[in-house]
């Protein structure tokens, strides 16, 4: 028994399995990524089943790397089409020991197995189930709970993806120069959406959504570091995600509730955080095209540097939504649009350009048109309407800490 | 202080679907436990015993029959065992109260028997 072993690394065990998931899938072939799956979960269940007896071993990642290895090699000596791949497998996988010291083939085999994931010919829902399964190392169940959706259905697109692979003759093999925009595009979606997911949180459980958030980063960076392209458009993704999620920690109060951004603690924000995605925003203006995630990141960037809610360039808001809205002509733009409108320009401003929103059927149910109505019916005075707006929003579907939070506000009008 | 064995039974495929995650958390829970075990002195070992194998041998009328066993799905098999130390049956169960194996499985107390051995 170890004397005092060490703690696990966080996150070690889903890291770490999907890193050796994707050294595998590449020396086997995506047609075998079940087999790879398979090895690495049985890797996973012996250390559960002997580390509580033995101690956690001194070096956690390179004792389940070598039980990977020696699970994979009995396969192949199980089955003559991959005899062959034994030698590959050998010297594929010890440098996967270190957990703190990734090297450079490493983080190929990984890049490769995110670009194979979300390949453009599988549908975007398959991609984001495949990349957060293989290549982030969440369960059907994690994935299913983070996207509020019944784990048979995630569980039948990971079927289906991984038949598709089969049958499309999709390859983790490093796409040609040619097509790698055009995969790292669907890479770009693929993390956005991941992210969002963890950071709208609507409902659900937080730490799993807490996960997709780091998760969609840290994949956002093996992008930027492993590519050789430049990547602007990835550095705009980051600089989004990272000013974004530095201002989590005050987003909600003490008790769970929700914080608007006027109320919220700036000095709750991470600082660091925020550094970080300014460089990656600084970084974003390399190239010569201007994508979602550029006037995203620059909204972002302006709610994070400016001194408080008051002292946001709200006229220059504006004119970052007019923009966005070209690229992305989405009722969601509108509504943040005619926020900022409402800043700049007064209540009354912002209710009209509410107004043309209205006719929108996706948002019909939407809680937070009726909310952002009432706001500032609220501070046109008009408190009756404030009531009726904040009661429309109360008949929507809405997370714990919004319907409370939309409660107090009406009993406050009361 | 007499010792007792804490046997720990579980279903060989309990983990088949448990996320990575939730494996770590599973583990760290088992090595804080032995953690607080090992610093109150209380411990004295601990092993695994190998999953997968293992054999019944049993002799009827001079006949040897040796079976591959006791390893069958979803039945409870010892998975390894924990030695402790504890003034009496209550106190160790005490111990065991608090290891995070009976969120998985069962878990069998029996005490060491000393053998003792009186001179001249």
């Known amino acids: 028994m170890t004397a005092d072993p060490e703690q696990l690394v966080d996150h070690l065990f889903r890291r770490h399995s999907a890193k050796i998931v994707a050294t595998l899938t590449r020396v086997f072939g995506s047609r075998h990524l079940d087999l790879a799956e398979d090895v690495v979960q049985d890797a996973l269940v012996k250390a559960l089943q002997q580390w509580p007896f033995k101690g956690i071993p001194e070096n956690p990642a390179a004792w389940l790397t070598l039980v990977a290895k020696n699970r994979a090699l009995d396969l192949l000596r199980r089955d003559a089409s991959l005899a062959s791949k034994a030698a590959e497998l050998e010297s594929a996988l010890p440098h996967l020991a270190s957990p703190s010291l990734p090297s450079g083939a ?24 495949l990349t957060l399964k293989t290549a982030c190392g969440f369960s059907t169940a994690e994935i299913a709970r983070a996207f509020l959706t019944p784990q048979p259905t995630i569980a039948q697109r990971l079927v289906r993806a991984k038949r598709q692979i089969r049958d499309h003759n999709i390859v983790i093999d490093p796409p040609s120069a040619d097509d790698l925009p055009a995969r790292i595009d669907s890479v770009l979606r693929v993390i956005y959406l991941v992210f969002n997911e963890g950071y709208s949180a609507t409902s659900g459980d937080d730490l799993v959504r807490t996960d997709l958030c780091e998760e969609a980063m840290r994949l956002g960076l093996l992008l930027v570091d492993q590519s050789p392209l430049q990547l602007p458009a990835a550095h705009a993704l980051l600089a989004l995600m990272m000013l974004q999620a530095a201002r989590l920690p005050a987003r909600t109060l003490d008790d769970g509730s929700l914080a608007v951004l006027s109320e919220q603690n700036r000095d ?21 095209t201007v994508t979602t995630y550029h006037l995203q990141a620059e909204i972002a960037a302006e709610h994070t540097t400016a001194a408080s809610e008051a002292e946001t360039d709200w006229p220059k808001l504006v004119e970052l939504y007019d923009e966005l809205y070209k690229l992305e002509p989405t009722p969601i733009v509108l509504l943040n649009r005619a926020i900022a409108i409402s800043r ?71 | 202080m007499p010792n007792y064995l804490l046997l720990l039974y579980s279903e060989p495929d309990a983990f088949n679907e448990t996320s990575p995650a939730e494996m770590q958390a599973i583990i760290q829970k088992y090595r804080d436990w032995r953690m607080r075990l090992q610093s109150a002195g209380v411990i004295v070992g601990g092993e695994k015993l190998q999953d997968g194998s293992g054999r019944v041998m049993r002799r009827t009328g001079g006949e040897t029959s040796v079976l591959d066993g006791p390893y069958t799905e979803s039945k409870e098999i010892i998975g390894g065992f924990f030695e ?37």
């Open chain 1, 106 to 129: 490493e983080m190929d085999d990984q890049l490769a197995l995110i670009l194979m994931c979300c390949h453009p010919a599988l549908p975007i829902e398959y991609q984001i189930a």
């Open chain 2, 84 to 120: 402790i130390q504890a003034e009496n049956y209550d106190r160790a169960v005490a111990t065991a109260n608090d290891c995070p194996h009976l969120e998985y499985g069962t878990i069998e107390i029996r005490e060491v028997e000393m053998i003792v051995t009186k001179q001249g």
């Open chain 1, 268 to 288: 709750l924000w991470d600082r660091k955080l925020i550094a970080q995605g300014m460089r990656h925003f600084g970084a974003s203006a390399s190239g010569n």
């Open chain 1, 344 to 414: 700049a320009q007064g209540p009354h401003a912002g209710l009209s350009a509410l107004e043309a929103i209205d006719a929108h059927q996706s948002l019909r149910n939407y809680h937070l048109l009726p909310a952002v109505a009432a706001e500032l019916w609220k501070q046109a005075g008009d408190r009756r309407r404030a009531a009726e707006s904040y009661e429309r929003a109360l008949e929507c579907p809405c997370s714990g800490p919004e319907r409370a939070f939309l409660e107090a506000q009406l009993q406050r009008l009361q």
